[in-house]
Structures are given as C-alpha cells and as structure tokens.
C-alpha cells in the first residue's frame, strides 16, 4: 500500500504539472455526451495518470478513458477510480480550484485516496484505517515521495467550537442547497458559508476548515 500511495500522489503532482501548461490560456472547451466541459488539461493529466497506474496492473476507471463494459468490470475486485480534472468549470474561469483526483477501491470500499489542487500546490491524501493527510507546497518537498506520512502534516477534521461553516459549489450551487443552508441559519448563529470549487470541498472537512458541505 505504501508503494501504491507513493505511485499515486507522484500521478497526481505530474498530472498537475501537466495541467499547468494551459491554464490562465485560452481554452477550447468540448461538450461531453453528458454535457460536462473537457478541455486539453483533462486529457493532458488523464495521459500522465495512465501512465504512472498502468503499471501496477490494476484496472483504471477513468472519466475520459475508454471505458470497458460493466459486463467486465462487474469482476474487477480491486481498480482505480481517476477524475483527471475536477473542476473543469473553474479551471475554464481561471479560478485556483481545481484538483487531480485518484481512489485506489477495493469491493466497494476505498484503500487509498489522493487529490492535488495545482495552483494552490496543496495535497491531501489518506490511508484507510491510518489517517488523513495534508501537505503545503507539495511540489516543492524533495522528501515527499520517500515518506509522504513522515513529511505531510495529520489531519483530524476537528473544527472550532465557535463558528459554524458550511462550504458549497461556486459552480453548482443548486435552489436545495440554498434552501438547505437558509435551514441551517434559522438554527444557527454565527453562520459562515464558503464557496469552493471541485473537491476542495471535500478537502475543508477533512482538515477541520469547514463543518458542512
């Protein structure tokens, strides 16, 4: 498993690095069948992810691969699940959000998991039944793939007692989720909502910097 975490967060900081050649650049945006944005970055980071999980002989599902029928996968007991780029939307807006994301999923249930935000270069990563990890300027530790637990920072998902904070979407920010919000105001003081793009959402709880999402 250490070896499979060290593969799969030097995926995602290269997958990164790849997706920093086109942002802030003018963008040309396809329309997928399900009527999601793809641009050049989500196929230049998918290309180098293939590359470094191809070679643990695990299956990869990825949302811009060629995916193999359900017939097939049905068997697959253990595969890799890879958003190449989450937050397509606010990487087209040159906003700093979007992530790499890659889970390593064993009958259903995740092992591993890995999300890089670029432009931010933070990276957090976590290890089922171990812990949960966050890392700053993570292109930048020469240590990280050696040890990434010895040199990554434990996250713990502990809030402040004092103020409740409640992240969503900047690009899908639905009429349920605001009414779901306004429910929470008519119980709580002190309300802060924070607006996040891609899976950074996620990443707030997990280090303690949110409550909700």
Request: proline share 4%.
């Amino acid at each position: 498993m250490q070896q499979l975490l060290r593969i799969s967060i030097e995926a995602c900081l290269k997958a990164g690095e790849a997706t920093l050649a086109y942002y802030g650049k003018p963008v040309h945006v396809d329309i997928k069948s399900d009527n999601s944005p793809l641009t050049k970055a989500d196929l230049a980071s998918n290309t180098v992810i293939n590359k470094y999980l191809i070679e643990t002989e695990i299956p990869i599902l990825s949302e811009e691969n060629t995916q193999a029928g359900y017939a097939e996968r049905k068997h697959w007991q253990k595969l890799w699940v890879v958003d190449p780029l989450d937050g397509t939307k606010e990487f087209i807006k040159k906003r700093k959000e979007y992530t790499i994301n890659i889970a390593l999923i064993e009958n259903g249930n995740p092992l591993l998991g890995v999300i890089y935000a670029p432009i931010l270069d933070e990276l957090f990563f976590g290890l089922a039944g171990i812990a949960s990890y966050k890392l700053t300027n993570a292109s930048k530790n020469k240590y990280l793939l050696n040890d990434p637990m010895e040199v990554a920072e434990k996250i713990t998902g502990h809030t402040s007692p004092t103020d409740l904070i409640v992240v969503a979407s900047k690009s899908h920010l639905s009429p349920e989720t605001e009414k779901f919000i306004k429910r929470i105001e008519e119980k709580a003081s002190g309300l802060r909502v924070k607006s996040y793009g891609s899976s950074l959402k996620l990443c707030r709880l997990a280090e303690g910097a949110a409550d909700i999402y």
